[in-house]
């Protein structure tokens, strides 16, 4: 069955810190791996990863695959309480969309 | 700015009501994406659409059923409502070949009584 995997399912952290989220996945055909964030209702596109060991970057955002530990990791730095929301990791196989549960990121003052 | 519109944020309905969920884009977009999304369970995909009259069961279709008249307006229609299909329903577009950057609509939280 293919499944995507997220964890922490949920995870608090105070301003400033540092936060690594977890994402596997077993997939048959396999073609690329997402990122999304969604803070009130409607995800929004973070990131696509197709290759293995090429870091994408977006502003204290940053995201990499590894696809022989069928894996990824999205790391923030300097956490601010705008990044609170809900990050979803899916997977593209064939041409179908799988999303994992989610990881619910809570940023205190 | 791509704008993906859902036409209620909120619905009360009551078991064995016909309900329509109507989601409009406005970048011409081909694909189009019906998910709902419930806690512990994550986005799940009901039915999807490539092109103008044609549609793609997802993951969880029963229960439900779509319309795509027009290429930028995909509607989900729930034959007889049950308890069971109270949930956040989202609607997603995106480009033919660029399908992994869907642009999400806002969501209507449907609650079925």
């Known amino acids: 069955e293919d499944k995507v995997v997220q964890s922490p399912l949920s995870l608090v952290v105070h301003e400033g810190d540092t936060v690594t989220l977890n994402c596997s996945y077993e997939?048959?055909?396999?073609?690329?791996l997402l990122w999304y964030k969604q803070e009130k209702k409607a995800p929004t596109f973070l990131f696509m990863l197709t290759s293995s060991g090429i870091e994408k970057k977006s502003g204290r955002l940053s995201s990499i695959l590894d696809k022989k530990e069928l894996s990824s990791i999205l790391n923030i730095t300097a956490t601010q309480t705008g990044d609170s929301a809900i990050y979803l990791c899916a997977v593209l196989h064939g041409d179908k969309i799988i999303f994992g549960k989610g990881t619910r990121l809570h940023i205190l003052p | 700015d791509v704008k993906v519109t859902q036409s209620s944020r909120y619905l009360v309905k009551r078991t064995g009501e016909k309900v329509f969920l109507e989601c409009v884009q406005d970048m011409d977009h081909e694909n189009m994406f019906w998910y709902r999304q419930d806690p512990g369970l994550g986005l799940r995909l009901i039915y999807f659409s490539y092109d103008v009259k044609m549609k793609e069961k997802g993951d969880i279709p029963e229960g439900y059923s779509v319309s795509r008249e027009k290429k930028e307006r995909f509607s989900l229609i729930l034959e007889s409502a049950s308890t069971n299909q109270t949930s956040m329903y989202l609607c997603a577009s995106s480009y033919r070949d660029s399908y992994e950057k869907l642009f999400f609509g806002s969501g209507t939280q449907l609650s079925v009584l």
């Open positions: 997939v048959t055909n396999f073609r690329s």
